[in-house]
Structure formats: C-alpha cells, structure tokens
C-alpha cells in the first residue's frame, strides 16, 4: 500500500536517512506543483509555493504523527501555502500601485501543443479565477485531484457540509460562466 511506503519513508527520513527524503520530494513534487498551479494559475507562484512547502516538510516531517495518510498532510500544507499566496498577491495590488498586473505575467506553454486545448483550457483558468477562493479551492480537489469530500475535509479543516455547498456554487457557477464566457 501506498501509504505504508510513504510511512517508511518517514521513518527512514527521522532515523537520518535523507535518500528517503528525496524519494518523497520524487512522489510529491509534482503533485504539489499542480495543484498549487491550478489554485494560482501562475507558474512562478506556484514553483515558489511547491518550494516553500518541501522545506516545510522537511523541517515538520520529524513532528509528523501517522495519524492522516502523508499525502493529506502534505495537500493541507500545499492548500495553505496557495492561499497565502493569494492573500499575498491581494495584498500586493492593495499597496503597490504600479503597471505590473500580476495575473497577467508571463505563463509557460507547456501543457499541449494543441490550440483548441489550450484555448479550453485558459478558458477553464479565467473562469477558475473567478471562484471566490474557498470555492476554487474544493472545485480543483474533486476534479483534478479526485478526492472524496471526507479527504478534502482533512486537508483543509472544514465540515463535509461545508464542501459540499461550496462545490455545489462552484459548479454551479462554472457552469454557467462557460456558456457565457466569450475568449
């Protein structure tokens, strides 16, 4: 079982072995990338979040208590790290008043070279952005990450109730923003 794996890893990681550690950072990374990339849509946000986040655990991994799979706690770490991403972009455009429009910057062509694709597929992220965050955020786990509201309440502290109707008005709105939406 995967998560079996994951755990003795850990153990090998606190008993010194840092070979572990990199077998971890081999799993996760691009998984935490993805995921942050898709709730940032920005790759240098989200290079910067995946980075953040493995020295995250490398220095919490020791405290870690076998008492959620590792890839729970390692998505609740990545979620947090993106939100304060957000926050931090918010924050940014409140005080610094200049002609850098964050959300525009620059993104990297490397999902297909395929133009309909990519036209669907920056559709899908304008329209993603315009979620509130708590939306975004349960939209991007059950449909990119496939998890169950019950995994998605242990990542991110919040009642299955709670997720269900944030899912449900981000779907909806989803929705109804790709029948209008005009690129």
Avoid: C
Wanted: no cysteine.
């Amino acid at each position: 079982m995967a998560e079996d794996k994951d755990f003795e890893y850990v153990r090998q990681f606190i008993s010194g072995d840092e070979n572990a550690f990199n077998l971890l950072v081999q799993k996760y990374r691009q998984k935490i990338y993805w995921h942050s990339r898709r709730m940032l849509n920005n790759h240098t946000d989200a290079d910067e979040v995946t980075q953040e986040v493995l020295i995250v655990l490398y220095r919490k991994l020791k405290d870690f208590s076998f008492k959620s799979s590792l890839y729970t706690w390692i998505f609740k770490i990545t979620a947090n790290r993106s939100i304060n991403q957000i926050n931090r972009r918010k924050f940014k455009r409140f005080f610094f008043f200049d002609d850098t429009d964050y959300d525009t910057l620059k993104k990297d062509e490397d999902i297909s070279d395929n133009i309909d694709n990519r036209e669907k597929l920056a559709r899908l992220d304008k329209i993603l952005r315009m979620l509130p965050v708590k939306q975004r955020e349960v939209f991007l786990f059950r449909n990119f990450e496939e998890l169950s509201y019950e995994e998605i309440s242990a990542i991110t502290g919040k009642s299955v109730g709670g997720l269900k109707a944030n899912y449900f008005h981000a779907l909806k709105k989803v929705i109804e923003l790709m029948k209008n939406y005009e690129l």
